[in-house]
């Protein structure tokens, strides 16, 4: 075969490939632009998961009518002039690739007007070709809109995983910025749905509200530390609050978004001892460097970085958060015998089987010894322990069970501990047991192709789980059997919503895989809140408790059990002063 030049399409298909990956790359590139332009607020309107429309609108400076036609052109960019500014980027864009890229993989359509113009212009760019500009009324900002995304690229329309995936790759992005930029209002809709919005208000804690709840905000732990070069802000989770994976640990340099193992390495070795293996904190966490001292034209979509000294950047962060979470690590109470030097460490280290291990981290004394008006930043530590026998006094709002222990009371949500106990039977029975309801007609289900080979590969663990599947078919499955526990769901709907886990999962563990779905089954079977249970089976799921390996949380993480020590009642009833 003879060498030959690539024609400029496929070139720039090429190079599209780099930047735009899925719907949510080419929302990430729109808001860095209304963020370069200096918008603050900033639109986002999304229909379909992207595939059929990504429009972003921003009041930021606004393109010049006469620079319009430029700005779908490789490598046209107003943020750089010389290669020595490469080495000094302060804007979020400089490589004048975006807009070429999305530009040649979609219908395009710029709207834009700049400060000094009269009316505005609009500019189409259908599949890489540029059209001309037409004047239009509109404000000033811009509106760049994208449909049709991949219209010409059917091997990555392919590759797009399900609506649900590609629209929470896209929360993802705009959830990034809103917490990087809390001074710029943003709104996302989905379809017609307001998916999340922002007051643009300069409240940090407000936008982590926005985010996870006001609860978790609340106690979501401030870190601050400067030194001449750097600035470490933010905020990380107390020990208490974590999650199974470490995709809520966010990192911003210079108020980019940034996936540096080392530096979420660094921040996690920050709560050595205090998590129990597999969890992670959530945190959001600004690292603000002298441009000269970071290199970000690394990566083609910029998610990359390199520091010139990172191994101080490292030790700056591990130190700043572990400051930070020491400066709040709730005091033991009084009577609690006190273990090593952090509460933490007994959690982490205490061997279950241990009676004596289900100490409290006392942290409930806590609020009284802080200045008045000050939230205590913190959740009490839910050890990984077993729980002292537990004798049942009786169930309130037919959702909590009442007991005491040796150690004081105990309030149980039926709920949750119910699907701890299911959880942990299925695992140590490796689900053997799990009852499967026969279907009178088999029926036929069609993945896409990338979910079908998820399916196929986890056949022999969907059987297990009480699915009958078989393949049949390109890229469909025929379902005869699902788990007893799903019927409320239609055949294709379960096993749906176990493959939305498979997916969902970025590298899929097999045991994590299995641990997921079961946790999914258990908790359709467990028994509810609401549901009012007879003091037979009150005690029975207290003593099936007490068996379990990891009794205090559910197997999604939230605990089972609140522990009010005989410690704390007295202090409450005014027996014992507070400490
Ligand atoms: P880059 O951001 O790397 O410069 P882009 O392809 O993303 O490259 O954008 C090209 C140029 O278009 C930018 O340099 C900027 O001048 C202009 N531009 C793009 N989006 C906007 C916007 N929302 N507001 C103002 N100007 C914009
Ligand atoms: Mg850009």
Not at 23 to 43: R, T, Y
Not at 518 to 546: F, H, M, N, P, Y
Request: charged share 25%; glycine share 8%.
């Amino acid at each position: 075969m003879k060498i030959k030049i690539l024609a400029d399409e496929v070139a720039s298909q090429i190079a599209a490939g780099e930047v735009v990956e899925r719907p949510a790359s080419v929302v990430k590139e729109l808001i860095e632009n209304a963020l370069d332009a200096g918008a603050d607020q900033i639109e986002i309107r999304v229909l379909d998961a992207g595939k059929r429309l990504i429009a972003v609108s921003d009041n930021g400076t606004g393109i010049h009518p006469e620079d319009l036609p430029l700005t779908a052109v490789r490598h046209a960019t107003s943020k750089l002039e010389n290669a020595e500014d490469l080495f000094k980027v302060s804007t979020l864009g400089f490589r004048g690739e975006a807009l070429a890229s999305i530009g040649s993989v979609s219908h395009m359509k710029i709207t834009s007007r700049s400060e000094d113009a009269q009316v505005g212009a609009s500019l189409r760019v259908m599949g890489g070709s540029i059209e001309e500009p037409r004047p239009v009324g509109c404000p000033i900002g811009t509106t760049i809109e994208v449909a049709n995304l991949f219209y010409n690229v059917p091997a990555r329309l392919k590759f797009l995983k399900t609506d649900r995936t590609e629209k929470r790759h896209i929360d993802d992005v705009v959830v990034h910025y809103g917490l990087a930029y809390p001074d710029v209002r943003f709104k996302l809709t989905h379809d017609q749905d307001l998916t999340f919005q922002t007051t643009g208000k300069g409240n940090a804690r407000e936008v982590l509200s926005a985010v996870y709840g006001v609860d978790i905000a609340q106690k979501m732990v401030p870190v601050i530390a400067e030194d001449e070069i750097l600035r470490i802000s933010g905020f990380v989770s107390p020990p208490g609050i974590t999650r199974s994976n470490r995709r809520e640990v966010l990192i911003f340099v210079n108020g980019r978004p940034v996936q540096d193992a080392a530096l979420v390495k660094s921040l996690l070795q920050a709560y050595h001892t205090m998590l129990m293996k597999g969890r992670y904190p959530l945190a959001v966490l600004f690292i603000e460097i002298p441009v000269e001292q970071v290199d970000v034209n690394v990566h083609p979509t910029k998610a990359e970085v390199r520091f010139r000294d990172k191994g101080e950047v490292f030790r700056s962060v591990g130190k700043a958060v572990r400051r930070a979470l020491l400066a709040n690590t709730p005091v033991p109470g009084a009577g609690v015998p006190r273990g090593n030097a952090l509460w933490g460490e007994r959690s982490a280290s205490a061997p279950s089987g241990r009676r004596s291990s289900w100490m409290d981290p006392g942290g409930w004394g806590r609020e009284e010894t802080l200045p008045e008006g000050t939230k205590p930043a913190y959740q009490p530590v839910i050890p990984d322990t077993e729980v002292p026998i537990l004798r049942l006094i009786g169930q309130v709002a037919a959702t909590y069970l009442i007991a005491e222990g040796p150690d004081g009371l105990y309030l149980v949500d039926q709920h949750a501990a119910h699907e701890r106990i299911l959880f942990e039977k299925f695992l140590a029975e490796r689900a053997d047991e799990i009852p499967s309801q026969q279907l009178l007609e088999a029926v036929h289900v069609d993945f896409s192709p990338s979910s079908a080979d998820l399916v196929a590969e986890k056949l022999p663990l969907l059987n297990q789980l009480g699915f009958e599947v078989e393949s049949f078919g390109h890229n469909g499955f025929v379902v005869r059997a699902i788990p007893l526990l799903l019927t409320d769901l239609s055949p294709e709907a379960a096993l749906r919503s176990v493959v939305e886990d498979f997916e969902e999962d970025e590298t899929p563990l097999e045991s994590r895989i299995e641990e997921k779905i079961i946790a999914r089954v258990c908790k359709r079977a467990a028994v509810k809140a609401g549901q009012a249970l007879t003091g037979e089976e009150q005690k029975s799921l207290l003593r099936d408790l007490e068996a379990c390996q990891s009794p205090r949380t559910c197997p999604h993480g939230r605990p089972t059990m609140i522990h009010l020590p005989v410690d704390l009642l007295e202090q409450k009833f005014g027996r014992k002063g507070p400490r």
